[in-house]
């Protein structure tokens, strides 16, 4: 079945400085990569999802690149925020099939 | 528009004891599911439904079985609690050809 790997599990930046994340997933089928972000003692909420079809996709400060090939995807966040402070997970799947996350990466945005 | 939302929102059971962690939802949607969050460990998928009537496992179901009556509403239930299904229980629910989960604000389990 999929397996998705996230590094690094720590990530310590200074504000303003930039943040990536990356994950790798296992099976080639999967064509759909959200990542989430969790605040603590929150739920997960939806930051940023990646399809296939595309190889980047941009939000304002936050953006998520795949390359399907080498069956990784990152997620990137510029001139980081304390706020951005949370814990990030990705995750992937195939069509509307069950997501499969990684373990998650603490984010530290310190000022 | 409430979204998805969880009852209730911490507990305390004893070991053996029995409860039914309640999760809603008003979006319409065709699927949902149940996890666990455990420190270190991420979100691990227990149970899902992509249907009223419809269940299915993921990968950590033993020691849960789930129902799914209404289509707005996914009941998980703990026959006989033990100390090692002390966690964050967090459902979420997705439209059908979407993939993406929107979750609840999470139950609080602790078993003693």
């Known amino acids: 079945g999929e397996n998705v790997e996230q590094h690094p599990s720590t990530l310590s930046v200074q504000e303003g400085d930039s943040a990536v994340i990356k994950c790798t997933y296992s099976?080639?089928?999967?064509?759909?990569f959200p990542w989430y972000k969790q605040e603590l003692g929150k739920r997960p909420q939806l930051i940023i999802d990646?399809?296939?079809?595309?190889g980047e996709k941009k939000d304002q400060r936050i953006a998520v690149t795949l390359n399907k090939t080498a069956k990784h995807f990152s997620l990137h966040i510029t001139e980081t925020q304390p706020e951005d402070s949370a814990v990030y997970f990705c995750?992937?799947?195939?069509?509307?099939?069950?997501?499969?996350f990684g373990t998650g990466t603490r984010l530290q945005v310190f000022p | 528009n409430a979204g998805v939302t969880q009852t209730p929102k911490f507990r305390v059971l004893k070991t053996g004891q029995s409860m039914t962690l309640l999760c809603a939802q008003d979006?319409?949607?065709?699927?949902m599911y149940w996890y666990r969050q455990d420190p270190g460990m991420g979100l691990r998928l227990i149970h899902y439904?992509?249907?009223?009537?419809?269940?299915a496992k993921g990968e950590v179901p033993d020691g849960y079985n789930v129902s799914r009556l209404k289509k707005q509403n996914f009941l998980l239930g703990l026959e006989s609690a033990a100390p090692s299904q002390t966690s964050v229980y967090f459902c979420?629910?997705?439209?059908?050809?979407?993939?993406?989960?929107?979750f609840g604000p999470g139950t609080r389990l602790l078993v003693l």
């Open positions: 995750a992937a799947s195939k069509g509307t099939d069950k997501l499969i």
């Open positions: 979420a629910s997705s439209g059908a050809g979407t993939g993406t989960q929107y």
């Open positions: 099976d080639s089928a999967s064509n759909y």
């Open positions: 979006m319409n949607h065709e699927y």
């Open positions: 990646i399809r296939s079809n595309v």
């Open positions: 439904s992509v249907g009223e009537g419809t269940t």
